[in-house]
């Protein structure tokens, strides 16, 4: 990696691996459509015609899955959590903050909210940036100085200028049509009729490995797309860390935030649905991030030292 | 049959070009809207900047009434600014009213009274506050314009972006070395 990066070589370059994650997410509906096409929807002989109509309705699938995805959310309620809405004469200064953001990045003001919880957190919502909210903890205002809480608040409204919220949606779409397509592939196998040519087929031995295949594949489908899914938000997170330094042209605010929060030790109340959500996840042993392939947050000393290189 | 397929291709062909330009065409529209928003959005901010400053001038009064003459500083630079016309004038004005503004604010530091004082410290919070926005605003609009430009002279824009009058957005630049200065704080 160059030494010295801009922020928006680090934009640039989030933006090509987010477009490979869809890419991948796609090749694996059509991957798994055609296995599992070849494998149960049609009689041995037939195995091209099987793998080609199961790799259309992979495609089919994922387009679906996907449209419903970014174009259905209407507003994802979120259970905020004991959140208010506050005007600014409640806390002029975290509102001075959010509004000197959004003339920063050129959007819409967002509500804002305040969690009760002493563990120090923050996180954004809404589809689009004409309809977004951004929401801190209490304890997130007691343990930052004003620089930290700009780059925080700066880090959310990139999720909200990147379309983050709607991404997220999208790719939970496409896990779950994964996950949909091999249960219905799968049971298709029991309803085809189950004629067998006479002839001894090397068809039916392709489609007797192209069987075990897709019944594999079908059992680790939905983690590897949930692999899949949680790769993207790790590329989103270090993208909406670098859209906080294009917004405050400021790294170390950001990276001064994120090291007081992965120290802090303080539980916290959260559901699954809304892990993803935070800017350091909510699980107190997850604070500083994982390497994981599972994990929704990048590890935190990756994060910093992106930082820092932007310097 | 091959005529048949050749004119079909073409007409394909033609209609991705124009769909092509169309969509060049709106995202340059598109470009030129946030830099003027943009624009719109500094003057917005210098505005609040200029209402701002007679409650704080009030508020200073009471209890720092020798610096009369960083006062009418103050009063002064903010008149220049609100009936400054064009472009050139206005920039110059406001620049005035900032360095004012940053004289006063650092001689209140040596009012211990001033600075325990509610009323001031939201004051300050505002002033620092809006002094912050207008940098942003400024700084989105140079992102704006910086963004139209690139757009314009990117390829296959530059061939017709000339056509439809596209033409390149200036910079905010600073031109007054004296904005460029940090301020002492003297005791």
Known sequence: ?311 | MPAVIISVAVVVVLLVLIFAVIGIYNGLVRRRKEVDNAWAQIDVQLKRRCDLIPNLLETVKGYAAHESGLFEKVTRARSAAMSARGTGEKIAAETDLGGALKGLMVQVEAYPELKANQNFLALQEELTSTENKIGFARQHYNDSATNYNTAIALFPAVIFAGIFGFRAAELWQITDAAEREVPKIKF
């Open chain 1, 1 to 311: 990696m160059p030494e010295r990066q801009t922020f928006r070589d680090l934009i640039a370059a989030n933006k090509r691996n987010s477009a490979l994650l869809l890419v991948l997410m796609f090749a694996f509906f059509l991957f798994l459509g055609g296995v599992l096409g070849g494998a149960f929807l049609v009689p041995p002989d037939m195995l091209y015609e099987g793998v080609f109509m199961g790799a259309v309705m992979g495609a089919v699938c994922a387009v679906l899955f996907g449209l419903l995805g970014w174009y259905g959310g209407t507003g994802v309620l979120m259970a905020f959590h004991g959140a208010r809405k506050i005007e600014k004469r409640d806390n002029p200064q975290l509102f001075n903050v959010v509004e000197e953001v959004a003339i920063a990045a050129g959007v819409p003001m967002p509500n804002v909210y305040i969690m009760d919880e002493a563990a120090p957190n923050a996180f954004a919502t809404g589809t689009s940036p004409d309809s977004a909210s951004v929401a801190v903890t209490t304890g997130l205002l007691a343990k930052l100085n004003r620089d930290e809480l700009q780059g925080v608040i700066a880090h959310e409204i990139g999720h909200i200028r990147n379309y983050d919220i709607r991404y997220s949606m999208l790719m939970a779409m496409l896990a779950g049509g994964i996950v949909m397509l091999s249960e219905v592939m799968i049971r298709a196998s029991f309803f085809r009729s189950n004629r067998r040519s006479s002839r001894s087929s090397g068809g039916g031995q392709v489609q007797l490995v192209l069987i075990l295949v897709g019944v594999v594949l079908a059992i680790l489908a939905p983690m590897l797309a949930a692999m899949i899914q949680m790769a993207m938000s790790r590329q989103r997170e270090y993208l909406a860390d670098a859209s906080a330094v294009e917004f405050t042209r400021n790294p170390d605010g950001l990276a001064a935030a994120l090291g007081k929060l992965a120290g802090d030790r303080t539980p916290m109340e959260y559901s699954k649905a809304t892990e993803s959500m935070f800017i350091v996840s909510p699980k107190v042993g997850l604070r500083g991030g994982a390497d994981d392939l599972f994990s929704t947050h990048p590890p935190i000393r990756e994060r910093i030292r992106r930082l820092a290189a932007l310097r």
